[in-house]
């Protein structure tokens, strides 16, 4: 297979197959993101990365894997969560659900937030091994939809690499406003 963008990169192919052997936890998902993400949202874009951020301190327990924030103002605003799970559980349905209602109670703390605009699009990825899906919650929607386009499909990282690629550059043009 000929890779175009990020799977070129030999630290991107390295933490991919971590992530396809057979004994492959859920850092291993982890890492391959945490050496993604700054590609795309970059610190000279006014993005911040965080990992595992905590939002409300009444509430232990909830957070995501991942955080983006963006800086406008000189106010730091979240706007996209990312809920990361191992390999092996891509096939079942349950589990997708399980992992969106998860992302979505995230992405409702986070608009509950005093420094987050409530009428601002947020937008959510769950990654579960070698796949991910990529959704939005609308300011008047109760539950996430699909991210226009995707359709609720499961993107392979390394099959679906283009794909991924033009939603991560279009998720960076969406929360840079």
Not at 18 to 37: A, H, M, R
Not at 55 to 62: D, F, M, R, V
Not at 67 to 96: F, H
Not at 116 to 132: E, F, I, P, S
Request: proline content about 3%; aromatic content about 12%; glycine content about 4%.
């Amino acid at each position: 297979m000929s890779y175009q963008y990020y799977m070129t990169d030999a630290i991107q192919q390295y933490y991919y197959d971590q992530i396809k052997k057979t004994d492959s936890i859920e850092n291993d998902v982890d890492n391959f993101w945490l050496n993604l993400l700054p590609d795309y949202f970059q610190k000279k874009l006014n993005f911040g990365i965080e990992q595992e951020a905590r939002w409300l301190p009444e509430i232990t327990g909830q957070r995501a894997d991942w955080t983006i924030r963006y800086v406008k103002n000189g106010s730091l605003k979240k706007v996209v969560l990312m809920e990361d799970k191992r390999k092996g559980m891509e096939t079942q349905s349950a589990e997708w659900r399980e992992a969106l209602s998860q992302l979505t109670r995230y992405l409702k703390l986070v608009r509950a937030e005093k420094n987050q605009d409530a009428k601002q699009t947020l937008y959510g990825v769950v990654n579960m091994g070698t796949y991910t899906r990529f959704y939005q919650l609308e300011h008047h929607e109760p539950e996430c939809i699909d991210y226009p386009g995707t359709k609720g499909k499961p993107y392979e990282l390394a099959k679906d690499e283009a794909e991924i690629h033009e939603i991560l550059l279009d998720l960076v043009q969406k929360t840079s406003h």
